[in-house]
């Protein structure tokens, strides 16, 4: 969360983590797939356990190509577990698998708590941003 504060100020926007409903989403896509690439598991599809026999690779994004949801979101099965901004007493959800994961593990559908000020080599965290209806118009200018 401190990062995002840091990245309103130095560009602007609203960042935050997103919550535990929208990263779901995010992964399982508009058909409520059990992975962010469809119904069945393949270890292969990402940085899990099974893949790569519990060690990090250095190739982030470009080992496991089918580790993205329909929307175009990417490594939200393996590599690191995620921090939403979804909170359970005094605790935050985390979504997703990471490279110590199973199959169970990696599923959109997990999730895991944690104490926010529990540090973790395979906890990491995604950023959202408010988007308006400007960011997408083009601005036609005559030649």
């Known amino acids: 969360q401190e990062y995002c504060r840091w990245l309103d100020k130095r560009f602007g926007g609203q960042h935050r983590l997103p919550s535990e409903?929208?990263?779901?989403?995010?992964a399982r896509?508009?058909?409520g797939y059990a992975f962010p690439w469809g119904n069945r598991w393949d270890s292969k599809f990402c940085h899990s356990r099974k893949a790569t026999i519990a060690a990090a690779?250095?190739?982030?994004?470009i080992d496991f190509i089918y580790d993205q949801s329909v929307?175009?979101?990417?490594?939200?099965?393996?590599?690191?577990?995620?921090w939403t901004s979804t909170v359970e007493g005094d605790s935050a959800i985390i979504k997703g698998?990471?490279?110590?994961?199973?199959?169970?593990?990696?599923r959109a559908?997990?999730?895991?708590?944690?104490?926010?000020s529990t540090s973790a080599p395979h906890i990491g965290f995604r950023v959202v941003r408010r988007i308006s209806n400007?960011?997408?118009?083009?601005?036609?200018?005559?030649?």
């Open 57 to 61: 690779t250095r190739n982030p994004g």
């Open 29 to 31: 896509g508009p058909n």
């Open 134 to 143: 400007t960011d997408f118009e083009t601005k036609l200018t005559p030649d």
């Open 21 to 26: 409903f929208e990263w779901e989403k995010a």
């Open 71 to 82: 929307y175009g979101v990417a490594e939200m099965a393996g590599r690191v577990s995620e």
């Open 97 to 106: 698998g990471h490279w110590l994961s199973g199959a169970i593990e990696c």
């Open 109 to 116: 559908a997990s999730r895991f708590t944690a104490q926010t």
